[in-house]
C-alpha cells in the first residue's frame, strides 16, 4: 500500500449490488474500532468534499461495473488517492498498467462467476486494505477464527438441513419483509439481494430503530398485507437492549395484525461471525426457493437485460 495512503481524513468506497458487499459487512462489523469516517457511493458521483486527502476505494466484481468506472475517473480529476479491488476488466486494466494500486483476484474458488456468490473476496479484500493501513484491526489470528466459524458453521447446516428448509417453505409465495438492526442490517442487505437474484423473489429489508418511527401505522392498507408479506426477524443477542425490547413489542404488534413472522436467532458471539451466520442460512434459504420455484439461481436475465438495454 502506498504510504501517503495512510494520511487520508476519509474513504469513500464505491460498489454496485454485490460489490457493496464488502464495505457494508465491514463497516456494521467494526462500527465501533474504525478510526475514521467510510462512506459507500452507490452511483455514479463522488461527493463534492473528495479531494486530495480522500482515499477512493473502487471495488467492481467484473471491473466494468459503469458507476464504479464513473468514480474511477472523477477521482482521477479530483486528485483522490485510489485503490482498485476486482477481478479483471477496466479496474484490472488500470491496475496492470501502473495508473492506480489494486488488488486482483482470483475468481477459482467461485465457479458460478455470480458476484453475489463471491461475497468472500469482496468481504476479504476490504478487509485486507483498511487493515493494512491500519484504519481497523484485523489480525491473521482473527481471521483464522472467523474462518474456522463459518467452516463449521456451514457443516453444520450440512449435517441437517431442517432449518433451511421450513425457514424456505415457509417463505414461499410470500415477500419477505427483513428485519434487522446494528451490525445485522448489513446481513439482511445480502440476503435481500440473494433473494432477488437467486430465487428471483421480491424481498424488502427495514431496521430498527429507524423503521419504528414510520412503519407500524403503514399496515392497515392494503387490507390484504397478511396475504402478501412475511417478517423475517434477525434476532442478536449483541443487540443494544432497548433495540431487543422493539423486537419484542414489534413482533407482537404484527402478530395482532395477523401478519405471518419468522424469528432467525443467531448465536454467534461475535458481530462478524453473526453476520456470516446469517448471511450463510439466506443463501441457502434463496436456493432452496430458487429449486421450489423451478428458476436457474445463477442467472440474472433481467439485470442483464437492463445493461443491455442501456448500451
Known amino acids: ?31 465501533d474500532e474504525l478510526v475514521l469516517p467510510i462512506h459507500l457511493v452507490e452511483g ?35 486528485g483522490c488517492k485510489i485503490f482498485a479491488i476486482t477481478s479483471g476488466g477496466k479496474l484490472k486494466n488500470a491496475v496492470d498498467s501502473g495508473n492506480i494500486p489494486g488488488y486482483i483476484f482470483d475468481t477459482n ?12 473476496y469482496i468481504v476479504g479484500s476490504t478487509l485486507g486494505v483498511l487493515t493494512s493501513l491500519k484504519f481497523l484491526e484485523f ?9 474456522s466459524f463459518i467452516k463449521h458453521f456451514t457443516e453444520l447446516l ?40 437467486t430465487s428471483k423473489n421480491i424481498g424488502f429489508t427495514y431496521d430498527i430503530p429507524s423503521m419504528n418511527h414510520h412503519f407500524l401505522d403503514g399496515l392497515d392498507f392494503p387490507n390484504d398485507i397478511n396475504k402478501k408479506y ?14 431487543k425490547k422493539r423486537f419484542e413489542i414489534m413482533r407482537g404488534i404484527t402478530k395482532e395484525k395477523g401478519i405471518n413472522d419468522i424469528a432467525i436467532t443467531l448465536g454467534a458471539k461475535d458481530k462478524l461471525d453473526e453476520i456470516w451466520e446469517a448471511i450463510i442460512i439466506g443463501s441457502l434459504v434463496s436456493y432452496n426457493l430458487a429449486v421450489a420455484h423451478k428458476v436457474d439461481p445463477r ?11 442501456l448500451g
Request: hydrophobic share 35%; proline share 3%; aromatic share 10%.
Open 1 to 31: 500500500m502506498p504510504k501517503n495512503f495512510q494520511g487520508v481524513s476519509e474513504v469513500i468506497i464505491a460498489g454496485m449490488g454485490g460489490s457493496s458487499f464488502g464495505v457494508r459487512v465491514v463497516t456494521s462489523a467494526f462500527s
Open 44 to 78: 455514479y458521483d463522488l461527493p463534492e468534499y473528495a479531494d486530495e486527502t480522500t482515499l477512493v476505494l473502487v471495488t467492481s466484481y467484473s471491473g466494468n461495473t459503469e458507476e464504479t468506472v464513473s468514480i474511477l475517473e472523477q477521482a482521477r480529476v479530483k
Open 109 to 120: 474458488y467461485n465457479p458460478s462467476g455470480s458476484p453475489r456468490t463471491g461475497i468472500g
Open 139 to 147: 489480525s491473521q489470528q482473527k481471521a483464522m477464527r472467523t474462518a
Open 158 to 197: 450440512s449435517r441437517s438441513s431442517d432449518m433451511i428448509f421450513k425457514i424456505s417453505s415457509k417463505i414461499d409465495g410470500y415477500s419477505p419483509i427483513f428485519i434487522a438492526s446494528e451490525h445485522l442490517v448489513s446481513a439482511s442487505y445480502v440476503i435481500r439481494n440473494f433473494m432477488n437474484e
Open 230 to 243: 412475511i417478517f423475517v426477524y434477525l434476532i442478536s443477542s449483541l443487540y443494544n437492549e432497548r433495540n
Open 299 to 309: 442467472t440474472n436475465e433481467m439485470v442483464d437485460l437492463l445493461k443491455r438495454e
